[in-house]
Each structure stands twice: as structure tokens, then as C-alpha cells.
């Protein structure tokens, strides 16, 4: 995933950056980076952030920045902000998204005047870096960025900082989010709509699909208006979204509530206690316990000192440990109880499976599991919030196809269906490999009237494979 951050403003807006570049590190690991416009012209930091969280790597920048435009980003992948110049002058750019067509788009760039580009390490071209090459083909900044909508296959919502404004972008079918805020002698451009609040801004819109503006200190200008199809991820309300964020007017911890309740209505499940796990897990968790009457408790507690970040490492085994290194148990609320445990979803079963026989271990008698959604199927083609390689890293794809064989792929629709039968033999085959005493998965009728907006504008297709 990632996340971006831009300010322009009459005074220094550095810390303004700074402060809200570093409330989107729930979104990614890897790097981190700002550019700012000011007296000197562009001054750029990027910094591997997989280590150390984003603030400690960037204090030296800091003090030295000065600028009145800034943009800042958390990247899962590329290195970014990128300085560029070209026929359309010189700017800055970050992006978020994924691009599916990439080859397809360096060859396009060729044959249209592109030369050459950079190689990251692994000799992966950067997808930023393409889409600069995209936007430079046509004769105006706006132009490239709605061009960049056209032509990727994927998602694809930027930020684009000239020595006079900031330009926005947000993806063709707003897949991902994209939020102006205002205060006096400034706006900012934020993806999480609560990473100004603390700076002093307040709302000031919501961009729509394909929509782009461009933003000065003194106003915001729409430069083309919004789209209508809009197919926002699903998955930012279950699990990526900070909870203190609003997608479309739906507000992040208020659907896991939401959520938790519709699990319990359809629960006959009794434990002793409700958990969840830490931290997308738990406010589902307390709207299961609010519904249900059973009591809400932490029976593990996570290790926030060293582990206050969400997300793992790109490596499976390393995963498996910080999975089990950030969550401390406590042992009064889990010796000879019955647990229910609500985690966000279930992608391989392996950091699941070991919690739960640790459970077991630590003397729990029961272990039920609800996932706060329904049974991933396919792989992310728009955001890669899953991290799989492969649709074969989901447990229910082997399944399928251990079931299935050659068949698998006409089946999937079947399965997907929460009234089949193969949807619950599938069930019944993770609980056992899985060691839960009971598994239900939220319904996806459940988990759309959850979110409540028009299910039309809502991206479902992990589960369901529907775009």
C-alpha cells in the first residue's frame, strides 16, 4: 500500500509535512520520503524506514528544510518522492497504487521518446518513475495526469509538486482516498482524512474518482471534475484504514462495529470472553461483544515499545516471528477459558495456527475464530493488500485445488457463495488444518451493509473475484 502527504502554504509548512507524512506509517514499511519547494529550490530525503519508524530518520531533514510546498510519502516499495525535469519543468511526484500493464507502459514509453529509466535494486523499474514518464508525454501537467488515469491498468493516486502548487490526483475508480484540508494561510492533501486534524486543518472536501486539482496557498482549484463509477477498496474500513479515518463519510472504527455486531447476530457461539486480535481486530471485537452480552478482553496484550507498527516483513518466516514476539499473553484470561478470537482476515493460516495452538498451550480450552471478512479467494490485483505472490499462498486456493484439481478456476464462484455446499466443506477443511475449534467468516452481504454505502461503489473482488 503507501500513503501520501502534501502541503502548500504562505508560512513554512516543513513540520506540516513532516507531522502528516508520519500519520500514514500504519500504511507502510519500507521507505519514507519528503521534498520541499522553497528559497533554494527543490531539497528531497528518502529514507529506508524498515528499521526505525518514519520521525526518527527524518529529524535531520527537518531542521534543514524550508519550504512553503511540500509532499511526503510512506512506500511499501519504491523510493520516493522523485525529483524530474522535463519539457513540462520541473517537479516532484509520489504515487500510490499498482500497476499491472508496467511492461506493457516502458514499452509505450520508448516508442514515445522515453530513453532510459533508473533501476531499483533488483533490477525493478520504478513504477513512480513510470508514471512521470506517462505525464511528460502529454503537452500540460493536467493532461499527463489524466492520461496516467487512462492508461493504468491497476490503481493509480498521485501528488505532483511544481515550484507553484501542488497537483492531486486521485485514481480513476477511487480505489484509494484522497482529502483537502483547509486552514488559515494553508490546504493540505492528505490520503488518511485524519492526519490534519492535530496540524489544524479542518475538512475541506473529498476529491471524487479521476478527479484533479491543484492546490496553492491560497486556493484549490478543480481542474477536471470527478467521474461517477467508483470502486473504493473494501479493505481499507476492514483492516488498513487507521480507525480515526472516513471513507465516504463512513468512518473506519464505527464499520468494525458494525461489523462485530453482524458476526454476533449470526454467532451461536458461547466463550467465555471476546478478543481480538491486535489491533484491526479489536474494535470488530467489541462490536461482537456489545451484541452479543459476552464480555470483552485482551487475553494478549501487544508490545508497543518496540512493535508499534502494524504491519510485518516481506519475508514469511520473519513475519511468523514478529507475529508472536509483539503479542504477550495474558495468563489470567486464558487458562481453561473459552475463547473467541476476531482477527481482520485469514490469508495463509500460519501466524493464525500458531496463535492458536499457543493458546491451547497456554491452557485455553476453546478457541473459536471469526474473521471480520469473508474468505479471501483472489488475489489483489489493485492495491497488493494481501502480500501474496502467488493466489496459491491463500489457504482457501489450495484447498480449492486440492478439491478440485484441473477444475479449481470454474469452480471459485461456488465456493465464494456462503450458502454452497463447497463453501462450507472449504470452512470446515481450514478449521481443521487450522486447529479451531469453531470457524465462521463474516458473509460479504454482511460485511457491504457493514460499510453501508451503495455496494455498486465498493471494490469486493479478493472475495468474490467481481471488478
Request: glycine residues 8%; hydrophobic residues 35%.
Amino acid at each position: 500500500m503507501g500513503g501520501i502527504f502534501g502541503v502548500a502554504s504562505k508560512k513554512n509548512c516543513v513540520m506540516d509535512v513532516f507531522f502528516g507524512t508520519d500519520y500514514h506509517s500504519h500504511l507502510g514499511t519500507r521507505r519514507g520520503g519528503m521534498a520541499v519547494y522553497g528559497p533554494t529550490g527543490f531539497d528531497r530525503a528518502i529514507h529506508n524506514i524498515q528499521n526505525s519508524p518514519f520521525r526518527t530518520k527524518f529529524e535531520r531533514d527537518v531542521e534543514e528544510f524550508e519550504g512553503h510546498l511540500g509532499i511526503g510519502c510512506i512506500s511499501d516499495y519504491e523510493p520516493q518522492p522523485l525529483l524530474v525535469q522535463s519539457h513540462l519543468g520541473s517537479y516532484a511526484l509520489t504515487t500510490v497504487g499498482k500497476i499491472n500493464n508496467l511492461d506493457e507502459l516502458v514499452e509505450h514509453s520508448y516508442e514515445n521518446g522515453c530513453s532510459h529509466f533508473q533501476e531499483m535494486s533488483g533490477g525493478n523499474i520504478n513504477p513512480t518513475e513510470l508514471v512521470a514518464s506517462l505525464i511528460n508525454q502529454k503537452d500540460s501537467i493536467e493532461e499527463g495526469i489524466r492520461y496516467v488515469q487512462e492508461m493504468v491498468d491497476g490503481s493509480m493516486t498521485l501528488l505532483l509538486m511544481t515550484s507553484k502548487g501542488i497537483y492531486a490526483g486521485r485514481d480513476r475508480l477511487g480505489r484509494t482516498p484522497l482529502f483537502i484540508g483547509k486552514k488559515e494561510d494553508a490546504f493540505c492533501v492528505s490520503f488518511e482524512s485524519f492526519a490534519y486534524l492535530n496540524l489544524g486543518y479542518s475538512d475541506f472536501k473529498e476529491l471524487g474518482p479521476a478527479e484533479i486539482v491543484y492546490i496553492t496557498p491560497e486556493s484549490v482549484e478543480t481542474l477536471l471534475p470527478a467521474l461517477e463509477p467508483m470502486r473504493i477498496c473494501s479493505f481499507l474500513w476492514v483492516y488498513y484504514g487507521y480507525p480515526t479515518s472516513t471513507y465516504e463519510g463512513v468512518n473506519v472504527e464505527q464499520m468494525r462495529y458494525n461489523c462485530g455486531d453482524l458476526l454476533a447476530r449470526r454467532d451461536d457461539a458461547n466463550p467465555d470472553i471476546v478478543a481480538g486480535v491486535p489491533d484491526s481486530g479489536i474494535a470488530h471485537a467489541i462490536g461482537y461483544a456489545n451484541r452479543s452480552g459476552i464480555p470483552f478482553a485482551r487475553p494478549f496484550i501487544k508490545y508497543t515499545p518496540t512493535w508499534p507498527r502494524s504491519f510485518m516483513p516481506p519475508k514469511q518466516s520473519d513475519r511468523n516471528l514478529i507475529a508472536k514476539m509483539k503479542l504477550i499473553p495474558v495468563d489470567a484470561l486464558i487458562r481453561n477459558k473459552s475463547l473467541l478470537l476476531i482477527d481482520d482476515s485469514i490469508v495463509r493460516g500460519t501466524q493464525l495456527r500458531e496463535t492458536t495452538e499457543f493458546l491451547y498451550q497456554s491452557g485455553a480450552k476453546e478457541v473459536h475464530i471469526r474473521p471480520a471478512c469473508p474468505p479471501l479467494l483472489f488475489g489483489c490485483k489493485y492495491l497488493n493488500f494481501s502480500r501474496s505472490n502467488s493466489e496459491m499462498d491463500l489457504i482457501t486456493r489450495r484447498i480449492i485445488q486440492q478439491r478440485e484439481g484441473e477444475h479449481a478456476e470454474e469452480m471459485l464462484q461456488d465456493y465464494a457463495n456462503p450458502d454452497s455446499d463447497n463453501y462450507k466443506e472449504m470452512i470446515e477443511e481450514i478449521r481443521k488444518q487450522l486447529n479451531f475449534t469453531t470457524l465462521c467468516y463474516h458473509r460479504l452481504d454482511d460485511l457491504i451493509a457493514s460499510i453501508g454505502i451503495s455496494p455498486c461503489k465498493l471494490c469486493t473482488y479478493c472475495w468474490n473475484g467481481k471488478e
